[in-house]
């Protein structure tokens, strides 16, 4: 559980951090007659969107940190062999690295009016998605082919499990981005559209970014990671 | 020292935070059945908890007309009864408390306690009620399913929750059971967004973080705990979802069942349980910081006295949460772990208590030298303190290793758990309906059925779970069908058995009362008012009562907290957040 707790500590850090930003020492019964609101008037800085992304993102963060924690401690049995990593995986990953790229510029376009790019990108960036989804579907039935099913290695199990929960949330992703692009696919793109677009490409990055941690996982590099830091510390 | 910082409040504009556009319902369906109006929900949350509750509450008598009259039902036998232990276990956890203090209470109090017309994301927390009541009918699916529930435990440890010697282990009972949770942490997620980002973004002018009652507080704190830990039961979840359904060994040791070598190999019951309890603890906290929250304002709210040291209950509120992430092993002290271990979760797991008694000195101190009216809230908020004090302190025995050991499978443990975790967060559940009924409805709740109900469940619950105590500690297992014939156990001990489940029977037939009183009251009720117990919050302070679509005509604005009662000198014993000025204050004492 060690990864779990490495993962709340990082979050409470945060969380502390905030509330001490929050006159916690102020004595609100002396305080009677004023507003005394540290916010700015007028709207939000932050979008309430934005921050609910965040929320969720650390929400999925916690899922994902607690699967890997259940991958270490299942790890130590005796009867773990690690699965190969199909070749394609490399490739999926430069498809998802992509749909992160193209977002990223869908939302500065979007940002410099030029609707007809963004909306470009947009619709490439949907198809990167369907791209890494049937990548990682082509990459379980190598798998399987080679014989390596689910049920025979936790391991195996393990790479179906995770993967198939991270392409849970791609797909997610995808329908929001449809229906961002279905929003937009006429006219000027107003604030609002610029901020769906935004939540798009900030949830891409932090999938891409979960990929990226999966993928170390599954091929070992992160085994290597998790001893060197085993070693400093003890 | 006077250091009160006095303002003319008049330079402040109403309209300073931003209108939320407001979704508005076009017909009776979107309006009471798919209404993404936080107060709708919250009601339906509610009825739904209460009305899952109720076959657990059935469940209970079950259960305990077999402890108390063994054999004497034919029908129920050794495998309905780890079904019924089962869903009573997890229906009155999950589905009743958990989706009842924040889908029911947070769905009601944090807009109108903060001053905003609606939660910031409607359309998800009306798609987080559908997902829970279609959790729940999955759950009701499976004691119709072939096999029957689960009779797993509610805890549901591997290897034996998918195994064919227990109950729905090789049908389809503990695979609508794994389903049906899935199902309610993605319900919930989707609610406890909500609650989290309204709490941050949806606040009116001048309800600053200090000001918020501690009811929103407790609610807040215990939804960012839950939205941390439930993923941790959704991890379980879909792992032993994978074990049952297509045969991997997450959990699976090397089994052979009925001669036969199982498939399953290698994996780690214990892994499981760390999973488990990495939400189970927090669950703990999930449903007891909303009371400890609910039952401070209704303390100061019928004592007409300022809560006794706000911030400190904040900070208390706010420790209580981190510390409960790191003491979940405390559960395992059986599980053969490693004595160190053991020691660091019994160190972290009594020194949760000091927060926690200072919330209890804290209430004590609020009542002391208060003008306490003993109304219907008031008598379940001090039933509360008495129990939660008296589950408490067998909560500090059992913290500690060398103690729970030998007491870990005993009915002491039941009534631990039963009086600080089940009885408590009722009571406070029972105070609060008590209390915001009038709001919800415009009507009072029935006095006389009130009184009857809260002396009966109040005195009953003691009855029923004190007893439990002694039967714990002359050894007594918890788990199992029946005794038999057992040296250690005395022939009082069954005698004492057929009286707590004569008055498991009577207790529960009290919340018949309180059921009718509830439909009862919505058109006989007296009429309440908009502000019946001379409250402060907000919430009481609404242009209508029953409060419409948006709460508000012109939003709130807050200039002072939310426990100025029996101010000195002024006109009345309380006056409202959004009241501004500070007349006849000038003699307030500072601290």
Redesign the interface.
């Given at each position: 559980?060690s990864v779990?707790?490495v993962f709340?500590a990082v979050?409470?850090l945060i969380?502390g951090w905030w509330?001490a930003h929050?006159?916690?020492?102020?004595?609100?019964?002396?305080?009677?007659?004023?507003?005394?609101?540290?916010r700015p008037?007028?709207?939000?800085v932050i979008a309430?969107?934005q921050?609910?992304l965040g929320?969720?993102l650390?929400?999925v963060g916690?899922?994902f940190t607690?699967?890997i924690s259940?991958y270490f401690?299942?790890m130590a049995?005796?009867?773990?062999w690690s699965t190969p990593m199909p070749r394609i995986l490399w490739l999926n990953t430069a498809i998802l690295g992509l749909g992160s790229l193209l977002l990223h510029a869908a939302r500065v376009t979007a940002e410099q009016h030029r609707e007809e790019t963004s909306r470009t990108a947009l619709i490439a960036a949907l198809a990167s998605g369907l791209a890494f989804l049937a990548g990682q579907v082509f990459a379980w039935s190598e798998l399987t082919d080679a014989g390596f099913l689910?049920?025979d290695n936790?391991a195996n199990?393990f790479f179906y499990?995770i993967t198939g929960?991270h392409g849970l949330h791609i797909l997610g992703g995808l329908f929001a981005l449809t229906r961002v692009i279905l929003k937009t696919r006429a006219g000027p793109i107003g604030e609002k559209g610029v901020l769906s677009i935004t939540l798009c490409a900030t949830y891409w990055h932090f999938m891409l970014a979960v990929w990226l941690v999966l993928f170390a996982l599954f091929s070992g590099w992160a085994n290597d990671f998790v001893e060197l830091c085993r070693q400093l510390l003890t | 020292m006077v250091d009160i910082r006095h303002g003319t409040g008049e330079q402040i504009g109403p309209a300073e935070v931003e209108d939320v556009e407001l979704y508005h319902p076009h017909s009776w369906w979107t309006r009471y059945v798919f209404s993404q109006d936080a107060k709708i929900i919250a009601v339906q949350y509610a009825s739904t908890a209460i009305a899952i509750g109720m076959v657990a509450l059935v469940l209970s008598w079950l259960m305990r007309l077999q402890l108390g009259f063994p054999g004497a039902f034919a029908f129920i036998d050794a495998e309905r009864y780890y079904q019924f232990i089962t869903m009573h276990g997890m229906i009155m956890v999950i589905y009743l408390l958990t989706a009842l203090f924040l889908g029911g209470f947070g769905n009601y109090l944090i807009p109108l306690m903060l001053g905003a017309r609606d939660m910031v994301f409607p359309y998800a927390n009306m798609l987080s009620y559908w997902l829970y009541l279609l959790a729940v009918l999955v759950l009701v699916a499976s004691f119709f399913a072939p096999g029957g529930p689960t009779g797993a435990g509610w805890t549901l440890y591997p290897p034996q929750a998918v195994l064919s010697g227990t109950p729905g282990g090789k049908d389809w009972g503990i695979i609508l059971m794994l389903s049906s949770l899935i199902l309610f942490v993605i319900g919930f997620t989707m609610g406890g967004l909500n609650y989290v980002v309204t709490v941050l973004q949806g606040r009116t002018r001048g309800m600053t973080l200090m000001r918020m009652p501690l009811t929103v507080w407790g609610i807040f704190t215990a939804t960012v705990m839950a939205l941390l830990a439930f993923p941790a039961l959704f991890v379980a979840c879909v792992m032993m979802l994978f074990d049952r359904v297509l045969g991997t060994s997450f959990f699976m040791p090397a089994i052979v069942e009925m001669g036969e070598q199982l498939q399953h190999g290698g994996g780690s019951p214990i892994l499981f349980q760390h999973l488990f309890w990495f939400f189970g603890h927090p669950e703990v906290y999930i449903v007891a910081l909303p009371a400890f929250g609910i039952v401070s304002d209704l303390i100061s709210t019928h004592a007409r006295k300022n809560i006794f040291g706000y911030r400190m209950m904040v900070w208390a509120i706010v420790i209580i949460g981190a510390l409960s992430f790191i003491v979940w092993a405390h559960h395992m002290y059986v599980s053969g772990m490693n004595p160190y271990f053991g020691f660091f979760f019994a160190t972290t797991t009594l020194i949760i208590a000091v927060p926690t008694a200072i919330k209890v000195y804290n209430w004590v101190l609020t009542l002391w030298r208060g003008d306490i009216h003993l109304t219907l809230p008031m008598l379940f908020a001090l039933a509360f303190i008495v129990t939660f004090v008296n589950g408490g302190l067998t909560g500090l025995f059992l913290g500690n290793v060398v103690v729970d050991v030998p007491l870990s499978d005993t009915m002491f443990v039941v009534a631990h758990f039963h009086m600080v975790m089940g009885v408590a967060p009722i009571l406070v559940i029972f105070g609060a309906i008590y209390h915001w009924y009038p709001k919800v409805t415009g009507r009072m709740l029935n006095e006389a059925m009130g009184q009857l109900h809260f002396w009966v469940t109040f005195v009953g619950a003691y009855l029923i779970f004190f007893p439990m105590h002694y039967l714990g500690l002359i050894g007594m297992p918890r788990r199992y069908y029946e005794m038999g014939e057992a040296a250690f156990v005395p022939a009082s001990a069954h005698t004492l058995n057929e009286f707590i489940t004569i008055m498991a029977l009577i207790v529960g037939a009290a919340q018949v009362v309180f059921l009718f009183n509830l439909i009862w009251s919505i058109r006989h009720g007296r009429e309440a008012g908009g502000n019946p117990w001379r409250a402060t919050t907000l919430e009481w302070q609404t242009p209508e009562t029953p409060p419409r679509h948006g709460n508000w005509k012109e939003l709130p604005v807050v200039y002072r907290w939310a426990y100025d009662y029996s101010v000195p000198g002024a006109a009345e014993d309380f006056i409202p957040q959004n009241q501004p000025g500070s007349a006849g204050l000038a003699s307030e004492e500072a601290s």
């Open positions: 559980m779990s707790l709340l979050i409470l969380a509330l929050q006159r916690l020492f102020s004595k609100p019964w002396l305080e009677v007659g004023h507003t005394h609101d540290p008037h007028g709207p939000p309430p969107a921050i609910g929320v969720f650390v929400v916690a899922l607690l699967f259940a401690m299942r049995s005796t009867d773990w689910i049920a936790p199990s499990m929960m | -």
